[in-house]
């Protein structure tokens, strides 16, 4: 009896435990992310992607090398996803346990199946009528951050959403300001530690701008750095009269975060009005400059300039990219930027002291970068209501796109635009919630005056370019980069692009039937596949190659 | 004098109020709405650089058409201000003519342009030219009709005419018959394919990318083709439509033709293609 009794209990025992088991496994907590994965940026495995520029550096540059330039041309796609919303796709997507989260056009915004391509949940802002809305360029969001178990998103009425990664629920909703008086934001949210950091968007409509953090578990906002100084503080004085009010500096590309610094580096947008200034003599500090912020205060610890008191609408919205590097024999802890106004940069990120800035396409307004950092400016390029003819144009050398980096070869990849403008400027005044631009620029046409544009491989240490890819037309695609020696873009015309980047030679291309725009392709590996994400168009497409087998994983 | 300013803003933003409705109330078309900026010297110079930022590509620098419509001679045709702000906010379908949305484009933005236009557009309507419009149709038929449309008959090679009339003052019309035009049409540019085989295909070209060129030849063939295909692909300097000196037209008959199409004002044709 004993026996008979023990022998069931055994088996009582091991169909508890064996079901315990089952349970155990089904019930593996999905993995929080941590700020030491954040850090740690795009993992060797390729298992995440969990930020705008891949890593805090920026540098959109993936260790992946399952694809090579030898096999590339072996690419098919996997699935398509499609919005099933008006606008198109300016997100970099986020992958975590095999789940992409991605936002879209109107603050719609998906997790899906990265296996199938399957929608999981949806989420859908209710937007103010789109009259009211004054998003000056596209109805459009560039994606998500993301911290332990929430997503954060900005909207277009200017709010920072904290979302449920389960569920695509609400957790928090901070205001950043007022959308009736111009803003806007369309920024991927960068977290650092606890902190989600954000900007707001509107410079065409008199705003003035800012920087804020909030607090990542409850949407409480930490702290805010004006882009523009107010009355007694350091740089006001660079704006005459009460233009400093509505001087615009707005903040819509996501920045870069050096954690031994301790620093967030942004680029901030142009002052306004854009092309009529005599409203607005002065520097118009912090306007089309690189700014360094303490990332626990918000305290500005230096900025650089790019062009003082701008005439032209060249916002410094580039994606700011980190990397250490030796410049003439010593080693530097750098940032670089390709900026819209037609030069190059390479800046000190731990003091902002220029180290090259030099033309990366037709420049005319400025002689040179002197070696006081100020751009030389030459004369004759000031907007008037006749129209001065000056290059590059009012969309710029480069724009929002983001660049990439690849280290190992110490070259930074960026579309760059050949294209110059008639820029006309008039006196405005200025109305709440109106477009105050006092101007606009016209792109040159002609025989002699042809559009194109090319992907630029450039030395950030020299400013030198070591090769390119001519476009007929010029691109507004990003650029990733991977360590097999890759380079995926796509041009004007709809194509993905795949190019060698030791030479700049075209291996594979497909036409996508619509244009990858200000964001670029980004990479893991799923069940054992490299794969190729292109958000264009209204369309997410996976590509992984043709001849892999897949590893199902088995967690 | 800042009352002044305080009073126009108010007067402005009534007007804007007031317009903004009549875009969504769709009042007819005999709206007595007026332009409330016209007149108005800061305005008139917005206006004149937003017309030529957002407008002159397609209707040219001094409002006399390339691509789009001659728009000096609307108010002279008897438009209202009213009708002239719904055409610019909703375009015009089936035309390249695009809808202009707020927040894009505001109301006063609109205001601007059109009391600028109204400083380059004459009050009443030009004097009708020399001409004699039937044997015009005469002279269209011999010269023209094998590469451009009115209505259902003619040529696809060129664009279609059946709107020409209201799009393109007479003396630009001349102009491109005579040869003296420089520029060309999108999706008209005149282009030459060599094959490996020397053969060479001649046609205007629809669309091109990095890969591949999208052609009608004279033949009026529509093809794709793969630039690894081709020897080469060179783009013509000069148009594809022949140029029709004093030799082959004369002034007399040039007028006729020109009576013709000044008539052909798009009322009695189908509509023209998206294109």
């Known amino acids: ?555 | 004098m800042r009352w002044i300013y305080f009073v126009l803003i108010v007067v402005v933003v009534a007007a804007a109020n007031l317009l903004a409705q009549d875009v969504y109330l769709k009042i007819p078309a005999d709206s007595p709405a007026k332009n409330p900026l016209e007149g108005n010297s800061d305005a008139i110079s917005a206006g004149m650089g937003a017309y030529r930022v957002r407008c002159a590509d397609c209707h040219g620098m001094d409002a006399r058409g390339i691509r789009g419509p001659d728009i000096t001679q609307v108010w002279a045709r008897g438009r209202t201000d009213a009708a002239l702000f719904r055409t610019i906010r909703n375009g015009v379908p089936n035309t390249e003519m695009p809808a202009h949305p707020a927040p894009r484009t505001s109301d006063l933005d609109i205001w601007r342009i059109l009391a600028y236009l109204k400083t380059i557009s004459p009050a009443t309507a030009a004097a009708p030219g020399p001409g004699n419009a039937a044997t015009g149709e005469h002279v269209f038929a011999t010269n023209c009709i094998a590469c451009h449309r009115v209505g259902d008959r003619g040529g696809n090679l060129g664009p279609d005419l059946s709107r020409i009339g209201a799009a393109r003052a007479r003396a630009a019309m001349a102009r491109q018959i005579r040869g003296t035009m420089g520029s060309f049409r999108t999706g008209y540019e005149p282009v030459t394919l060599t094959t490996p085989n020397g053969q060479e295909i001649r046609g205007v070209k629809k669309n091109e990318d990095l890969f591949s060129v999208q052609v009608m030849d004279t033949r009026e063939r529509i093809q794709g083709y793969l630039r690894d295909d081709l020897r080469s692909v060179s783009d013509e300097k000069k148009s594809a439509m022949p140029v029709f000196g004093p030799d082959k037209l004369s002034d007399a008959e040039l007028d006729d033709l020109l009576a013709y199409l000044e008539n052909l004002q798009g009322t009695n044709a189908a509509p023209s293609s998206a294109r």
């Open chain 1, 1 to 555: 009896m004993l026996r008979r009794t023990s022998a069931r209990l055994a088996v009582v025992i091991f169909a508890a435990a064996a079901c315990m088991a089952t349970l155990v496994a089904q019930s593996v907590a999905p993995p929080l992310v941590t700020t030491q994965e954040l850090l740690n940026g795009l993992a060797s495995d390729g298992s995440r992607w969990l930020m705008f520029g891949g890593s805090y550096t920026n540098q959109r540059h993936s260790p992946l090398t399952q694809i090579t330039p030898e096999n590339v041309s072996r690419l098919v796609p996997q699935w398509v996803f499609q919005t099933d919303t008006a606008g198109r796709f300016e997100t970099t997507p986020l992958l975590r346990d095999n789940v992409l989260y991605v936002t879209g056009p109107l603050n719609v915004a998906w997790a899906i199946d990265a296996r199938t391509g399957r929608q999981i949940w949806q989420y859908k802002r209710e937007l103010p009528p789109t009259g009211g809305l004054t998003a000056c360029c596209g109805l459009v969001n560039r994606g998500f951050g993301v911290l332990g178990d929430r997503l954060f998103m900005t909207t277009l009425d200017a709010h920072l959403l904290s979302l449920n990664m389960k569920t695509g629920a609400v957790v928090w909703d901070a205001t950043l300001e007022d959308y009736s008086k111009g803003y806007a934001a369309t920024i991927a949210p960068l977290v650092v530690k606890d902190k989600v950091i954000v900007g707001v968007a509107g410079g065409e409509y008199g705003i003035r701008g800012f920087i804020d953090a909030y607090d990542a578990k409850t949407g409480a906002r930490a702290w805010r750095f004006y882009t523009i100084p107010g009355p007694g503080e350091l740089g006001n004085n660079t704006w005459a009269g009460d233009s400093w009010q509505r001087g615009g500096a707005s903040i819509w590309v996501t920045g870069a975060y050096d954690p031994e610094l301790n620093l967030l580096y942004y680029g901030i947008g142009n002052p306004g009005p854009d092309y009529h200034s005599e409203s607005r003599q002065g520097d118009n500090l912090y306007s089309d400059s690189l700014v360094a912020l303490d990332a626990d205060t918000g305290q500005l610890r230096w900025h650089y300039q790019f062009t003082p008191h701008d005439l032209h609408d060249w916002d410094a919205t580039q994606v700011p990219i980190l990397a250490d590097l030796t410049v003439a024999g010593q080693p530097r802890k750098v940032v670089m930027l390709a900026n819209r106004n037609g030069f190059f940069y390479t800046l000190d990120r731990t003091n902002g002291r220029l180290i090259v800035g030099k033309p990366y396409v037709v420049t005319t307004w400025a002689k040179e970068i002197g070696a006081d950092g100020r751009p030389v400016i030459l004369p004759g390029y000031v907007p008037d209501e006749k129209g001065s003819l000056t290059c590059p144009d009012v969309t710029g050398a480069t724009n929002f796109w983001p660049a990439s980096y690849d280290p190992s070869q110490r070259l930074f990849f960026v579309n760059a635009r050949e294209v110059c403008a008639t820029y006309y400027a008039w006196k405005q005044e200025y109305v709440p919630g109106e477009r105050y631009t006092g101007g606009a620029g016209q792109r040159a046409t002609g025989p002699d005056m042809r559009a194109w544009g090319a992907l630029r491989a450039i030395d950030p240490a020299t400013g030198e370019r070591k090769w390119e890819f001519p476009y007929i037309s010029p691109s507004t695609s990003g650029v990733l980069t991977t360590a097999s020696g890759l380079a995926f873009t796509g041009d004007a015309e709809g194509n993905l692009l795949a190019i060698d980047s030791h030479t700049g030679k075209l291996l594979w291309h497909f036409q996508m039937g619509s244009a990858l725009h200000g964001t670029s392709p980004i990479t893991y590996m799923l069940d054992g596949r490299q794969q190729i994400l292109v958000p264009s168009g209204t369309t997410l497409t996976a590509w992984a190659l043709s001849d892999i087998a897949r590893v199902p994983s088995t967690r």
